[in-house]
Structure formats: C-alpha cells, structure tokens
C-alpha cells in the first residue's frame, strides 16, 4: 500500500469500547483507547517519501490478535475515479500487451481497486467490497492471462506510469473507483449539490 507522504496520516478501525490499541510504526509506539462507539483512530505524523517500505504492527489489548501491514509505502496517490471512460480497462487497450508486459518495471506504483458492491446516497466509512487489494502491478495483477486480475482502470493505470517515469524514486499510489452509467451526483457531496440550483 501507498500512504501519502508529508502529510498526518489517520489509521483507523473497530474494536469493543475501551479497548487499547498498540501500533507500532518506524520505531514509534501509538496508542488509542476504542470509543463507546467502537471506533479508535491513531494519526501517524508526516513521513518523507520513500521506496524503502515500512512495517506497521496493529494490536488490540482486550480483543487480542494483530494486524501487521507489511511492504507499507510513503509517495503520493492519486484517486481515479469515474464512469464507463475511467472504467475502461488496460487490457482493452491499443497497446494493451506491452503496457501489460512491462507494468513489472514500475514496482514503485501500487495497485488498488474498489469493488461495485458498495453502494450509497452517503459518504462511507469503509467499503463493502475490495476488487483488488494493494497490489505491485505485473502482468498477472494488471491483466494478462484468463486467469489474471482483469479490472484496473487503463486511464489511471498510464496516468500512474507517466508520474513513475518522471518521479522514479517516489511511490505512486493508484486508487481505482468506477462504475459505469451512473449520475455524475452520487460521485459529489451533498454539500457541493446543496449548492447547485
């Protein structure tokens, strides 16, 4: 996974009320006790971006268990998002073979894909289905083959590339969000469309 760079960065989840949970990032330790809502949020503060990865170690103290995140990035990601244009895939490309075939040079980039099942007329907190999780694009995670990932926005997938190319040495982060045919106003706040006659 991709994280943004110099900026906070809120991990959050969801235990039982009163819980405590322990973090542990870059040689850092982060507590956060569970709300009577469930909730416990940490704020990691700015971390420069990096190829080098990172760990983050999640544990919860009444619960029990861990959660550890492992090949942890800081770069800049980006969130493609849209309708049938955005939605088009890389292996319906022109040029889909060799962009498929060479996605493995870039293993600074990382791939994510929200699912179609979430659905809402509100902002969410977490997403009812994952397409993909965070993946190092290759042609197996990009889309070659019957039995390979086929879903990865082709528009967002050389959008990704091109900033690669220019920033080598920063992590790209590629958020996939698209679902064809829908309005263009459930892709905006209800602040925003209060504001449109």
Not at 59 to 70: C, D, H, N, Q, R
Not at 157 to 179: H, Q, T
Request: glycine content about 8%; hydrophobic content about 40%.
């Amino acid at each position: 996974m991709v994280l943004q760079r110099n900026k906070n960065v809120s991990l959050w989840g969801w235990s039982v009320a009163d819980d405590v949970i322990t973090l542990a990032f870059n040689n850092d330790i982060y507590e956060s006790t569970v709300d009577a809502n469930g909730k416990w949020i940490i704020i990691l503060p700015p971390t420069e971006g990096s190829t080098n990865p990172y760990t983050i170690s999640i544990a919860s103290k009444i619960v029990g268990g861990l959660i550890v995140l492992v090949n942890v990035l800081f770069g800049d990601v980006y969130f493609c998002s849209g309708q049938s244009n955005m939605e088009f895939t890389v292996n319906g490309v022109f040029n889909a073979t060799e962009a498929i075939a060479s996605s493995g040079n870039f293993s600074h980039i990382r791939i994510f894909t929200v699912g179609q099942g979430t659905s809402s007329t509100t902002p969410q907190e977490y997403l009812s289905t994952i397409e993909q999780e965070w993946s190092v694009p290759s042609p197996t995670t990009l889309g070659a083959g019957v039995q390979a990932f086929t879903y990865f926005s082709a528009v967002c997938w050389f959008y990704g590339v091109e900033i690669a190319k220019r920033y080598p040495d920063l992590p790209i982060g590629l958020i996939s969000s698209n679902w064809g045919g829908t309005q263009i106003r459930v892709w905006s706040s209800a602040n925003t469309l209060a504001k449109c006659p």
